[in-house]
């Protein structure tokens, strides 16, 4: 009984099935990538957020723009991550400073999800904690 031989040859087709899915794996890790910064500033503006509130509600003495002006630099440090320049602080329930009211602080920061140079998402991430003056 006579073998043949193959006359075609499977040489080269890996290389092409990777250079096929490359582009879809390169794409879900620069997704990967965006959405862990993301994550990340997402952390940071909560902790902005944070901080500030506890700062302002520490704060009393200093009388209202005292306490703004504290609270806002509170905030702005406890992100370094972020932008000092782009974060949005801002107190909704315009707080009295009181013994015992509330006070709010809400800290917004701009984000853009890009892949690849191009923008998929954009918008703003935003935290708000609220606690009792002290």
Do not use: C, W
Request: glycine share 8%; charged share 15%.
């Amino acid at each position: 009984m006579k073998i043949k031989k193959r006359t075609t040859t499977d040489e080269g087709q890996a290389v092409v099935e990777f250079a096929v899915i490359l582009p879809v794996l390169l794409l879900v890790l620069f997704a990967i990538l965006q959405f862990g910064v993301l994550f990340n500033n997402y952390i940071q503006v909560t902790a902005a957020a944070r901080e500030g509130a506890r700062k302002a509600a520490t704060s009393r003495t200093l009388g209202v723009a005292g306490a703004e002006t504290a609270a806002t630099a509170a905030a702005k440090s406890a992100a370094p991550g972020l932008n000092a320049s782009n974060m949005g602080i801002t107190y909704p329930n315009s707080p009295t400073f009181i013994q015992g009211s509330d006070v709010k602080v809400q800290v917004t920061y701009p984000y853009s999800i890009s892949i690849i140079g191009l923008v998929v998402s954009s918008g703003n991430l935003t935290a708000s904690t609220t606690m009792r003056v002290e």
